[in-house]
Protein backbone atom coordinates (compact mmCIF):
# COMPACT_ATOMS: atom_id res chain seq x y z
CA UNK A 1 0.00 0.00 0.00
CA UNK A 2 1.52 2.91 -0.78
CA UNK A 3 1.94 6.11 1.87
CA UNK A 4 -1.04 8.52 1.74
CA UNK A 5 1.22 11.45 2.32
CA UNK A 6 2.52 11.13 -0.94
CA UNK A 7 -0.58 11.13 -2.59
CA UNK A 8 -0.75 14.98 -3.69
CA UNK A 9 1.56 15.76 -6.66
CA UNK A 10 3.59 18.57 -6.31
CA UNK A 11 1.89 21.44 -8.05
CA UNK A 12 -0.94 20.36 -5.54
CA UNK A 13 1.43 20.97 -2.81
CA UNK A 14 2.72 24.22 -4.68
CA UNK A 15 -0.64 25.90 -5.21
CA UNK A 16 -1.69 25.33 -1.51
CA UNK A 17 2.16 26.85 -0.53
CA UNK A 18 1.71 29.73 -2.20
CA UNK A 19 -2.17 30.07 -0.74
CA UNK A 20 -1.34 29.48 3.04
CA UNK A 21 1.70 30.93 2.71
CA UNK A 22 0.38 34.38 2.43
CA UNK A 23 -2.65 34.11 4.12
CA UNK A 24 -0.55 33.29 7.08
CA UNK A 25 1.27 36.29 6.89
CA UNK A 26 -1.90 38.67 6.91
CA UNK A 27 -2.97 36.67 9.86
CA UNK A 28 0.25 37.74 11.70
CA UNK A 29 0.72 41.21 10.20
CA UNK A 30 -3.13 41.87 11.72
CA UNK A 31 -2.17 40.09 15.20
CA UNK A 32 0.77 42.13 15.26
CA UNK A 33 -0.88 45.38 15.04
CA UNK A 34 -3.51 44.74 17.49
CA UNK A 35 -3.01 46.80 20.43
CA UNK A 36 -1.22 44.53 23.63
CA UNK A 37 -3.44 43.39 26.04
CA UNK A 38 -2.25 42.28 29.44
CA UNK A 39 -4.22 39.12 31.77
CA UNK A 40 -2.65 39.34 34.89
CA UNK A 41 -3.41 42.22 37.29
CA UNK A 42 0.02 44.26 36.43
CA UNK A 43 1.47 45.24 33.21
CA UNK A 44 4.75 45.86 32.41
CA UNK A 45 5.96 48.92 30.05
CA UNK A 46 9.68 49.08 29.91
CA UNK A 47 11.76 52.49 28.53
CA UNK A 48 14.28 51.93 26.37
CA UNK A 49 15.71 53.28 23.27
CA UNK A 50 14.04 56.43 24.09
CA UNK A 51 10.93 54.97 23.61
CA UNK A 52 7.61 52.93 25.57
CA UNK A 53 7.31 49.22 24.61
CA UNK A 54 4.65 48.47 24.30
CA UNK A 55 3.88 51.84 22.50
CA UNK A 56 0.18 50.70 23.66
CA UNK A 57 -0.90 48.60 26.21
CA UNK A 58 -4.29 47.46 26.97
CA UNK A 59 -5.60 46.63 30.47
CA UNK A 60 -8.49 46.35 32.80
CA UNK A 61 -9.71 48.32 35.64
CA UNK A 62 -7.94 48.54 38.82
CA UNK A 63 -4.95 47.10 37.20
CA UNK A 64 -1.50 48.34 38.41
CA UNK A 65 1.01 49.05 35.45
CA UNK A 66 4.94 49.05 36.25
CA UNK A 67 6.84 51.61 33.90
CA UNK A 68 10.97 50.43 34.25
CA UNK A 69 13.28 52.37 32.52
CA UNK A 70 15.95 50.37 31.02
CA UNK A 71 17.10 53.30 29.33
CA UNK A 72 20.33 55.34 30.07
CA UNK A 73 18.48 58.54 30.43
CA UNK A 74 15.75 59.86 32.99
CA UNK A 75 12.73 59.95 32.00
CA UNK A 76 8.72 60.55 32.89
CA UNK A 77 5.46 58.94 32.46
CA UNK A 78 3.34 61.99 31.85
CA UNK A 79 -0.75 62.17 31.02
CA UNK A 80 -0.95 64.24 28.12
CA UNK A 81 -4.73 65.66 29.90
CA UNK A 82 -2.04 66.05 33.30
CA UNK A 83 -4.16 63.25 35.06
CA UNK A 84 -0.99 61.25 36.53
CA UNK A 85 2.95 62.37 36.31
CA UNK A 86 5.27 60.08 37.28
CA UNK A 87 8.24 62.58 37.54
CA UNK A 88 11.73 61.96 37.09
CA UNK A 89 12.37 57.94 36.51
CA UNK A 90 16.04 57.54 36.66
CA UNK A 91 17.60 54.27 34.75
CA UNK A 92 17.48 51.24 36.80
CA UNK A 93 14.06 52.39 38.23
CA UNK A 94 10.52 51.63 37.98
CA UNK A 95 7.32 53.77 38.67
CA UNK A 96 3.73 52.25 39.38
CA UNK A 97 0.08 53.60 38.54
CA UNK A 98 -2.96 51.90 39.15
CA UNK A 99 -6.18 52.74 36.63
CA UNK A 100 -9.82 52.36 38.10
CA UNK A 101 -11.82 54.22 35.81
CA UNK A 102 -12.35 52.96 31.68
CA UNK A 103 -10.79 55.32 29.39
CA UNK A 104 -7.94 55.82 26.92
CA UNK A 105 -5.10 57.95 28.10
CA UNK A 106 -2.51 59.20 25.84
CA UNK A 107 1.31 59.67 27.60
CA UNK A 108 4.61 61.12 27.21
CA UNK A 109 7.62 62.12 28.50
CA UNK A 110 8.19 65.62 29.45
CA UNK A 111 11.87 65.91 28.93
CA UNK A 112 11.61 63.78 25.36
CA UNK A 113 7.70 64.61 23.91
CA UNK A 114 8.89 62.82 20.87
CA UNK A 115 8.29 59.77 23.24
CA UNK A 116 4.72 59.03 23.55
CA UNK A 117 2.62 55.85 24.37
CA UNK A 118 -1.45 55.03 25.06
CA UNK A 119 -3.03 52.96 27.26
CA UNK A 120 -6.67 51.49 27.07
CA UNK A 121 -8.49 50.91 30.21
CA UNK A 122 -11.93 48.63 30.62
CA UNK A 123 -11.47 48.37 26.45
CA UNK A 124 -12.19 52.07 25.96
CA UNK A 125 -12.11 52.87 21.83
CA UNK A 126 -8.37 54.23 20.82
CA UNK A 127 -8.18 57.42 20.28
CA UNK A 128 -5.46 60.02 18.80
CA UNK A 129 -5.30 62.79 21.04
CA UNK A 130 -2.14 64.01 19.96
CA UNK A 131 -3.56 64.92 16.51
CA UNK A 132 -6.33 67.29 17.85
CA UNK A 133 -5.19 71.04 17.54
CA UNK A 134 -5.14 72.96 20.78
CA UNK A 135 -3.29 76.11 21.83
CA UNK A 136 0.24 75.16 22.98
CA UNK A 137 0.48 75.62 26.99
CA UNK A 138 3.35 73.41 28.01
CA UNK A 139 6.70 74.70 28.08
CA UNK A 140 7.54 71.52 26.02
CA UNK A 141 5.28 72.90 23.50
CA UNK A 142 5.94 76.48 22.72
CA UNK A 143 9.83 76.08 22.99
CA UNK A 144 10.19 73.95 20.03
CA UNK A 145 7.62 76.29 17.70
CA UNK A 146 9.96 79.31 18.57
CA UNK A 147 13.27 77.16 18.37
CA UNK A 148 11.87 76.98 14.51
CA UNK A 149 11.53 80.53 14.05
CA UNK A 150 15.37 81.26 15.09
CA UNK A 151 17.00 78.78 13.59
CA UNK A 152 15.09 80.05 10.44
CA UNK A 153 15.59 83.55 10.65
CA UNK A 154 19.35 84.21 10.95
CA UNK A 155 20.95 81.80 9.00
CA UNK A 156 18.02 83.24 6.22
CA UNK A 157 19.36 86.59 6.80
CA UNK A 158 23.31 85.97 7.09
CA UNK A 159 22.92 84.09 3.77
CA UNK A 160 21.10 86.51 2.25
CA UNK A 161 23.81 89.32 2.96
CA UNK A 162 26.58 87.31 1.47
CA UNK A 163 24.48 87.23 -1.41
CA UNK A 164 24.17 90.74 -1.66
CA UNK A 165 27.32 91.41 -1.68
CA UNK A 166 28.59 89.00 -3.79
CA UNK A 167 26.00 89.81 -6.24
CA UNK A 168 25.84 93.71 -4.99
CA UNK A 169 22.27 93.62 -5.18
CA UNK A 170 20.76 96.03 -2.48
CA UNK A 171 17.63 94.07 -2.56
CA UNK A 172 18.98 90.75 -0.83
CA UNK A 173 20.64 93.75 2.17
CA UNK A 174 17.17 94.85 2.72
CA UNK A 175 15.45 91.58 3.39
CA UNK A 176 18.51 90.47 5.63
CA UNK A 177 18.05 93.38 7.51
CA UNK A 178 14.22 92.45 8.26
CA UNK A 179 15.40 88.74 9.16
CA UNK A 180 17.92 89.97 11.45
CA UNK A 181 15.19 92.55 13.11
CA UNK A 182 12.84 89.34 13.59
CA UNK A 183 15.37 87.21 14.98
CA UNK A 184 16.38 90.01 17.42
CA UNK A 185 12.61 90.19 18.45
CA UNK A 186 11.77 86.43 18.34
CA UNK A 187 14.93 84.60 20.25
CA UNK A 188 14.57 86.48 23.59
CA UNK A 189 10.96 84.67 23.57
CA UNK A 190 12.78 81.26 22.84
CA UNK A 191 15.50 81.29 25.56
CA UNK A 192 12.63 82.70 28.00
CA UNK A 193 10.56 79.78 26.71
CA UNK A 194 14.03 77.20 27.08
CA UNK A 195 14.39 78.50 30.98
CA UNK A 196 10.84 77.65 31.83
CA UNK A 197 11.45 74.56 29.91
CA UNK A 198 14.43 73.43 32.06
CA UNK A 199 12.85 74.86 35.33
CA UNK A 200 10.01 72.22 34.56
CA UNK A 201 11.94 69.27 33.52
CA UNK A 202 15.49 70.17 34.72
CA UNK A 203 15.90 67.06 36.76
CA UNK A 204 14.98 64.61 34.11
CA UNK A 205 17.37 66.23 31.08
CA UNK A 206 20.99 65.35 31.13
CA UNK A 207 22.42 68.06 33.75
CA UNK A 208 25.74 69.40 31.38
CA UNK A 209 24.11 69.32 28.08
CA UNK A 210 20.90 71.33 29.71
CA UNK A 211 23.34 73.65 31.42
CA UNK A 212 25.02 74.52 28.34
CA UNK A 213 22.21 74.57 25.92
CA UNK A 214 20.36 77.43 28.44
CA UNK A 215 22.90 79.83 28.59
CA UNK A 216 23.95 79.26 24.99
CA UNK A 217 20.46 80.11 24.03
CA UNK A 218 20.59 83.21 26.73
CA UNK A 219 24.20 84.43 25.19
CA UNK A 220 22.10 83.96 21.63
CA UNK A 221 19.53 86.44 22.93
CA UNK A 222 21.73 89.06 23.42
CA UNK A 223 23.94 88.78 20.87
CA UNK A 224 21.02 88.89 18.26
CA UNK A 225 20.14 91.93 19.98
CA UNK A 226 23.68 93.36 19.52
CA UNK A 227 23.39 92.40 16.05
CA UNK A 228 20.44 93.59 15.38
CA UNK A 229 21.66 97.05 16.30
CA UNK A 230 24.69 96.60 14.21
CA UNK A 231 22.96 95.93 11.10
CA UNK A 232 20.73 98.63 11.98
CA UNK A 233 22.99 100.95 12.16
CA UNK A 234 24.38 99.73 7.95
CA UNK A 235 20.90 99.81 6.74
CA UNK A 236 20.14 103.47 7.55
CA UNK A 237 23.49 104.70 6.37
CA UNK A 238 22.94 102.32 3.01
CA UNK A 239 26.25 100.37 3.17
CA UNK A 240 26.76 96.92 2.29
CA UNK A 241 27.89 94.73 5.69
CA UNK A 242 31.48 94.49 5.94
CA UNK A 243 33.01 91.10 6.10
CA UNK A 244 33.49 91.85 10.12
CA UNK A 245 29.72 91.85 10.31
CA UNK A 246 29.55 88.54 7.86
CA UNK A 247 32.23 86.84 10.20
CA UNK A 248 30.14 87.56 13.51
CA UNK A 249 26.80 86.50 12.36
CA UNK A 250 28.48 83.40 10.81
CA UNK A 251 30.05 82.89 14.47
CA UNK A 252 26.40 83.41 15.42
CA UNK A 253 24.97 80.85 13.02
CA UNK A 254 27.60 77.98 14.25
CA UNK A 255 26.95 78.49 17.51
CA UNK A 256 22.74 78.30 16.99
CA UNK A 257 24.02 75.13 14.99
CA UNK A 258 26.08 73.66 17.98
CA UNK A 259 23.01 74.43 20.68
CA UNK A 260 20.32 72.68 18.46
CA UNK A 261 22.42 69.68 18.22
CA UNK A 262 22.60 69.40 22.20
CA UNK A 263 18.77 70.19 22.16
CA UNK A 264 18.74 67.23 19.36
CA UNK A 265 20.79 65.14 21.92
CA UNK A 266 18.38 65.47 24.88
CA UNK A 267 15.30 64.67 23.19
CA UNK A 268 16.09 62.02 20.92
CA UNK A 269 19.43 60.57 22.96
CA UNK A 270 22.06 60.41 20.14
Known amino acids: MRNNSRSLSRPENNVRAWFLGPLLAFSCAIAAAQPVSNNSQQATVIIRQMHFDPAQLSVKPGETVTWRNDDIFTHTVTANDASFDSGPIAPGTSWQHTFAVPATVGYHCRPHPNMAASLIVGGAPAQNASLRWKPPTAAYEIHPILVNFTAALLPLAFFSDLLGRLLRRSSLHKAAWWLTL ?89
Open 182 to 270: YAAIITPLTAAAGWWWRHSAGSSLPPRLITVHAWLGSFAALAFLALAAWRWQLHKSGSSPSWSYLSAAFILVLALVYQGSLGGRMVFGN
